[in-house]
T-cell receptor, first 112, second 110 residues
Framework: EAQVTQNPRYLITVTGKKLTVTCSQNMNHEYMSWYRQDPGLGLRQIYYSMNVEVTDKGDVPEGYKVSRKEKRNFPLILESPSPNQTSLYFC???????????FGQGTRLTVV | QKEVEQDPGPLSVPEGAIVSLNCTYSNSAFQYFMWYRQYSRKGPELLMYTYSSGNKEDGRFTAQVDKSSKYISLFIRDSQPSDSATYLCALSGSARQLTFGSGTQLTVLP
């Protein structure tokens, strides 16, 4: 089954404790992105990647890191999480720019 | 000013009603227009995709794009309780992929 898989689905952590949210896709997509979704603000892009070893900032990259060492994986790293990073996070992948994006199930992160 | 503005809702309609969801945008570089549907506790899923001005129909759904006015709409005919979800417009025109509206929460009452 074609899918984008995120882990974990739910995470509660404390301020400053480094964490990684994993994302993996099995559709051989070139493009991958991370979004955060907050009430009233919709989905905002954090980082995106057009191919292996090619990443770039989206609209809200502060406090986040990403890497794309393999085509199928695109982890999101929070080196020192803060409460304002409490949000619902989605990973997405697509064949190319301007094509349909397939989303994961989401990761609900709470930073206390 | 946001690049994409979407009517916030929430919207509550009786079953069978015609629903109109709307977005406006400011960036002429947007060339691809999509509507995503997001059920509670799920990721968004593509509902409609178009890249030209005019109408595109798919069953009970019609996507309308007016590039001259920078205005896009999604119409749902004969709405059903299963249509209850959040609808997000999404626009694209560069390698940054998608820029989303804030979403409209729709409830269709049986």
């Amino acid at each position: 089954e074609a899918q984008v898989t995120q882990n974990p689905r739910y995470l509660i952590t404390v301020t400053g404790k480094k964490l990684t949210v994993t994302c993996s896709q099995n559709m051989n997509h070139e493009y991958m992105s991370w979004y955060r979704q907050d009430p009233g603000l919709g989905l905002r892009q954090i980082y995106y990647s057009m191919n292996v070893e090619v990443t770039d900032k989206g609209d809200v990259p502060e406090g986040y890191k990403v890497s794309r060492k393999e085509k199928r994986n695109f982890p999101l790293i929070l080196e020192s999480p803060s409460p304002n990073q409490t949000s619902l996070y989605f990973c997405a992948s697509s064949f190319g720019e301007n094509t349909e994006a397939f989303f994961g199930q989401g990761t609900r992160l709470t930073v206390v | 000013q946001k690049e994409v503005e979407q009517d916030p809702g929430p919207l509550s309609v009786p079953e069978g009603a015609i629903v109109s969801l709307n977005c406006t945008y400011s960036n002429s570089a947007f060339q691809y227009f999509m509507w995503y549907r997001q059920y509670s506790r799920k990721g968004p899923e593509l509902l409609m995709y178009t890249y030209s001005s005019g109408n595109k129909e798919d069953g009970r759904f019609t996507a309308q794009v007016d590039k001259s006015s920078k205005y896009i709409s999604l119409f749902i005919r004969d709405s059903q309780p299963s249509d209850s979800a959040t609808y997000l417009c999404a626009l694209s025109g560069s390698a940054r992929q998608l820029t989303f509206g804030s979403g409209t929460q729709l409830t269709v009452l049986p």
